[in-house]
């Protein structure tokens, strides 16, 4: 079992910068792709940013360019550095951690809330 363990949200204005921490905790010598996804009220969730335990990484277009996803020594933390953020980043924001036998895991989301 894994447990995600998230920090690093909160409030920021337009233009400002946030940086996102998920610590995987347990069985995490089994974890492959780590990522981020958000999900605004509305909305369905999703994927902000991935990355392999090689360091390949994957954005969607409307954070390229601005946000930063990298990964921890030990590989079992990923972080996201926010930069020029905008009111439409405006989401809760959770972690997943993909398992090699298929299954993955989510963190308990963290609220990161840009003001214009």
């Known amino acids: 079992q894994v447990q995600l363990v998230e920090s690093g949200g909160g409030l920021v204005q337009a233009g400002g910068s946030l940086r996102l921490s998920c610590a995987a905790e347990?069985?995490?010598?089994?974890?492959?792709?780590m990522a981020w996804y958000r999900q605004a009220p509305g909305n369905q969730r999703e994927l902000v940013a991935s990355i392999t335990t090689g360091g390949s990484t994957n954005y969607a277009d409307s954070v390229k360019g601005r946000f930063t996803i990298t990964r921890g020594n030990a590989r079992n933390t990923v972080y996201l550095q926010m930069n020029s953020l905008k009111p439409e980043d405006t989401a809760r924001y959770y972690c997943k951690a993909d398992h090699v036998g298929g299954w993955y895991y989510w963190g308990q989301g963290t609220q990161v809330t840009v003001s214009s």
């Open positions: 347990g069985s995490i010598s089994r974890i492959d792709v």
